[in-house]
């Protein structure tokens, strides 16, 4: 990878530079930002420092660079390399003489490659005032990119120092792994490989028919994610100006609402998120795709729910549970109920079984058993809701139930939740 032609700089005239990352290959992702030296240590530590900020896509963070050998160094010119791999003809770096920080014609190690197919890329000079003064700052920001999730940058700083007899010096080098990013109200959801349909028996308690079968495999081959919540009646009248429901609180689903209602919110959300820079390239805010829902909603799971093969009262908001000993109604309130009252699956979504039916992007159609990669379907006259809600039984509630119905069909048992994921016409 030739991280020089893959990025966009900036350096300031004074104290400041700022690269913005443009473009990766997908990475695997990380859970956190992960920032670790390495080299052999000739360079003196501290020397290159994370100084603000977390490296985290969508988001900035600094670096500063000194010379930590010497309370007395001279001023200098300070230097940024990146790139996007160690040397890889001397991964601990080559020791040169007159590269150090600590005297003029000290050995220091160099981390980086000065030739293809791993060029530098070099950011300042930046002046650094010399002695205890802070580290000339470099700032650098991460685009809202999904791909560079789990990006490692290998960075080395340097000082020129140009009064008294001219000599550079090597700082030591940092490995920056940058973490997922982050948004409000969303969990992230990896990309992999799923089963998705059910060959649960017909009859009790699972009451399976020919609408979920034959389970097939479905891969969702890109990172989305997904609201953590049903988007709930104060989010709803934040943004459209009005609020539906018949069962009215502020964190309780919004019910009443058409799949082109839904439609239109997510449209609105885009508007919005766009115009604060919230919105990664060749993502949207939209409903999820049938697939994408029963993926999310499963969590790796392969039973009837992401609970397990059974669903309790306690689990979820609905009516009647063919899995209590003896089956009994749920004794709830009328209604559905705030939003993540119960437990969430294992991927941090709450109300996927029950409370509110959740529209999805799709128009129904038939499974075949062919693997599939990214499946939509579109075009088809009925739109298809998932997850069961506050009046179903428990059957109806399952990770692979499925309806259909038309897409200005209104419900008060019928709601929807978001996703930021690729875009997808309808």
Same mark, same amino acid.
């Given at each position: 990878m030739n991280l020089a032609n893959r990025c966009l700089c900036r350096s300031a005239p004074s104290r400041a530079a700022a690269v +913005?990352? !443009?473009?990766?290959?997908?990475?695997a992702p990380v859970a956190s930002a992960q920032v670790t030296p390495y080299g052999s240590g000739i360079n003196p530590p501290g020397s290159l420092v994370l100084s603000g900020g977390t490296p985290m896509v969508g988001a900035g963070f600094t670096l500063g660079v000194s010379n930590t050998a010497i309370g007395s160094?001279?001023? +200098?010119?300070?230097?940024?390399?990146?790139? /996007?791999? $160690?040397?890889?003809?001397?991964?601990?770096?080559?020791?040169?003489?007159?590269? @150090?920080?600590?005297?003029?014609?000290? *050995?220091?190690?160099?981390?980086? /490659?000065?030739? &293809?197919?791993? *060029?530098l890329l070099l950011l300042g000079p930046v002046t650094w005032a %010399?002695?205890? =003064? &802070?580290? &000339?700052?470099?700032?650098?920001?991460?685009?809202? !990119?999904?791909?560079?999730?789990?990006?490692?940058?290998?960075?080395?700083?340097? !000082?020129?120092?140009?009064?008294g007899i001219p000599?550079?010096?090597?700082?030591?080098? #940092? &490995?920056?792994?940058?973490?997922?990013?982050s948004f409000p109200g969303l969990v992230p959801i990896a990309a992999g490989t799923s089963a998705m349909? +059910?060959?649960a028996p017909a009859g009790a308690p699972y009451f399976g028919n020919a609408a979920h079968q034959p389970v097939h495999q479905v891969t969702i081959s890109q990172p989305f994610w997904m609201g953590r919540y049903?988007?709930?009646?104060?989010?709803? #009248?934040?943004?459209?100006g009005t609020n539906p429901s018949s069962f009215a609180g502020s964190d309780r689903p919004v019910e009443s609402v058409t799949w082109t209602n839904a439609?239109?919110?997510?449209? =609105?959300?885009?508007?919005?998120?766009?115009?604060? @820079? %919230?919105? $990664?390239? @060749?993502?949207?805010?939209?409903?999820?795709?049938? =697939?994408?829902w029963e993926y999310a909603c499963r969590a790796g799971t392969t039973t009837e729910f992401h609970y397990g093969p059974a669903l309790l009262c306690n689990e979820a908001r609905f009516n009647y549970s063919f899995h209590s000993t003896p089956a009994a109604d749920c004794v709830n309130p009328l209604g559905t109920a705030m939003v993540g009252g119960y437990a969430p699956n294992a991927w941090g979504l709450y109300d996927m079984h029950g409370n509110v039916w959740e529209w999805c992007l799709d128009s129904y159609s038939d499974y075949t058993a062919a693997p599939k990669t990214n499946p939509f379907v579109t075009g088809g006259t009925a739109r298809v809701y998932r997850g069961g809600t506050w009046l179903d039984y428990s059957f109806v509630c399952r990770s692979a139930y499925r309806r259909a119905t038309a897409?200005?069909?209104? +419900?008060? %048992?019928?709601?929807?939740?978001?996703?930021?994921?690729?875009?997808?016409?309808?």
């Open positions: +913005s990352l !443009l473009a990766f290959t997908t990475f160094a001279p001023p +200098s010119f300070a230097f940024l390399s990146i790139a /996007s791999a $160690p040397d890889a003809a001397f991964p601990s770096g080559t020791v040169l003489p007159g590269f @150090g920080l600590a005297a003029p014609g000290a *050995p220091g190690e160099l981390l980086l /490659s000065l030739v &293809a197919p791993n *060029p %010399g002695g205890v =003064a &802070a580290p &000339a700052s470099f700032a650098l920001f991460v685009p809202p !990119l999904p791909a560079l999730n789990g990006v490692t940058l290998y960075l080395q700083g340097s !000082l020129l120092q140009p009064v000599s550079i010096g090597m700082t030591n080098g #940092l &490995a920056v792994t940058l973490a997922q990013p349909g +059910s060959n049903e988007v709930t009646q104060a989010q709803y #009248l934040a943004l459209m439609l239109a919110y997510c449209n =609105a959300l885009n508007v919005q998120q766009t115009a604060s @820079g %919230g919105v $990664p390239a @060749g993502y949207q805010y939209r409903l999820p795709t049938e =697939a994408e897409p200005n069909y209104v +419900s008060f %048992g019928l709601g929807f939740r978001v996703v930021l994921a690729p875009i997808i016409v309808p």
